[in-house]
């Protein structure tokens, strides 16, 4: 029994580490593919509460120190030989990835790196604005060890005052309830997400699910339990919650900066994954044999390693190349080949082979006898002590490390923004009712003297911009008139966008006063039509609409239709094109504008990408943000653009 639904689960793991995979290498068409997670976390729910529930039938109780025991050997070696061959990584190669290292070590070898992430600001979406950790999906793993620890408690607690196993599963399915509520009430649109994401409350509802399910379907218990006419039920059951799965996991419907997977979406996920688990345990049925096949098997026994190593090989080979976006395809094969080399040569050095605390000191003792005799096993434990030491020099020296200064200016120039955008948006609106009120009392003249009085108006305005006084002279050095800087004194604009536009908005501010600028980090455009509809219901909207979106994600043409039937067709819609080298939707997104603009008349698309992206030393080292330089070319250059095609200069 046990070797039957040792080998489905396999192909579930393996399915799992498939839906990650494609959506960190590309979560443009895989917006859903993350929901790999749930997946492990339900059968890690369910594995644990059913060991734990059979040992209480068979014997009375549970050994807890052994099982802390067994998932120590299974699960340390490979977490602590990723964190020491990454951090020699980062010492020999990118030390910008120094700061900070022995917290973030620290922090996963206690098994609380969810909640360092949570209280040191790490989001899991933002991949622009810091360098982007090679740690950050260890997240998971956090909360697996906090449930291997927690949970042989709760569960003595359960059986000893619950008792029946009815009961037992009814409180396991309302704690998961609980927490899928809780993640739908602590989501808030528009803010990050991270909180509720890496949250071990907010994400219990996935082991939870499992837990319950191992309480209702204990694995030992189902050889005699089912006839023929079961299997038939439980073969469609099983096409049914996998085509769920599968839809969800590789669906924009799922992607995880919108509101759905928070709202219940995510539940549903992980609902899915756990009828599918109990199908699959079921001794009928054609499930557990579909997902026993030797390439499942490989993937679902090497499923760890390949999640460890994830993250450092994609973001060490990204940091390596400027023009992802030009080589898609053959990056993430090579990506993808090295993920699993890496994975299948640590499964074989650390999981496939226990190391005894007899055998390493024999090694050490062999490494340093003179004379040297070289060999396998010498060579072997000569470069398992160098990565040892280079590791260890980072993490113990890390404190000393400062962050990267570019880095670190540009979160500082963000943040401060951020603090100011409220209180310079409140005095744009101030000056936008004073500019309305004094339009009605013009409009009250008759037409033709309004007409008059607009051209004499303008024909002042015009002397006033070649001969008054100069406003924002400062800012003429990157290639903007006098006459456009003083037109945008006027330009009344509604703006939002990500972090590329958080960076200017100081200088957007200034340069267009009568703009409100909605801009922040992590920003995908799949958030724009309900951020523009509610601003147009505040009235709020105005006559010129900027969308700075596009740098964290590629957006589909109904997104831009729902922005545009928002937009109306008074209004100008400016949206600006993104460089993001590094990213594989950097080419699809600039193409993608270009040809919506042949639909949309009102849409005009300011071309930063070919002004800018030759330009490398406007940007800080990802590529993508404009530096202190860039930043005034940055809003120098739209705010330029901008005047021309509204026709206010």
Known sequence: MKKRYITGYAGLRALAVIGVILYHLDPDHFGGGYLGVPVFLVLTGYLVTNQIMAAYRNQGYFDIKSFYQRRFKRLYPPLIAMLWLTSAYIVLFQRNLLNKLYQIVASNLLGVYNWWQIFNGQSYFERFANNESPFTHLWTIAIDWQFYLLWPLVMALLVKFAKKRRNIF???????????????????????????????????????????????????????RFTQKDGVILNWTGLATLFGMLLLMFSPLMNAQTAFPYYGGMFIFSFFVTVFAAVIAAPVGIWNRLMTNPVFNWLGSRSYEIYLYQFPVMIFFESRVSDLADHVTLYRV?????????????????????????????????????????????????????????????????????????????????????????????????????????????????????????????????????????????????????????????????????????????????????AVIDATVSRQADVAPQLLQSYAQKGELQDNV???????????????????????????????????????????????????????????????????HSQSSWFYDDKTHPNNVGQNYYSTYIVKEMVRASGSN
């Not at 950097?586 to 800018?612: E, R, S």
């Open 170 to 224: 009814w409180v396991l399915v309302g704690l998961s309830v609980l927490s899928a509520l809780e993640m739908a009430l602590l989501f808030r649109p528009g803010q990050d997400t991270s909180r509720i994401y890496y949250g071990t409350d907010t994400r219990f509802f996935s082991l939870g699910l499992g837990s319950a399910m191992a309480v209702l379907w204990p694995f030992e218990e189902l050889d005699n």
């Open 334 to 514: 090579i990506e993808i080949v090295l993920i699993l080399l890496i994975s299948e040569i640590t499964y074989r050095l650390f999981e496939k082979r226990r190391y005894t605390s007899e055998g390493i000191r024999y090694n050490l003792t062999k490494l340093f006898q003179w004379p040297v005799k070289l060999s396998k096993n010498w060579l072997k434990t000569a470069a398992f002590f160098l990565v040892f030491l280079i590791g260890s020099s980072g993490i113990i020296f890390s404190p000393l490390a400062k962050a990267d200064n570019k880095d670190g200016a540009l979160i500082k120039t963000i943040n401060d923004n951020s603090k100011q955008q409220a209180e310079m948006n409140k005095k744009a609106l101030e000056l936008i009712k004073s500019s309305r009120k004094a339009a009605k009392k013009s409009s009250s003249k008759k037409s033709k003297q309004t007409s008059k009085a607009k051209t004499k108006t303008k024909s002042k305005t015009t002397k006033s911009k070649s001969g008054g006084k100069k406003v924002n002279q400062e800012f003429e050095k990157y290639g903007i008139s006098q006459a456009d800087l003083q037109a945008a004194q006027k330009l009344q604009v509604t703006a939002i966008g990500d972090s590329v536009m958080a960076s200017s908005s100081d200088i957007l501010h200034q340069l267009l006063p009568h």
């Open 546 to 612: 900027l969308i700075g979106l596009g740098t964290n994600g590629p957006f589909t043409d109904d997104e831009v239709k729902q922005i545009m039937q928002i937009v109306g067709p008074k209004r100008q819609l400016f949206w600006i094109n993104v460089i993001v080298p590094t990213r594989s939707w950097q080419n699809q997104v600039n193409q993608q504008l270009q040809t919506l603009t042949k639909k949309y008349k009102n849409l005009t698309v300011i071309d930063w990408y070919g002004y800018a």
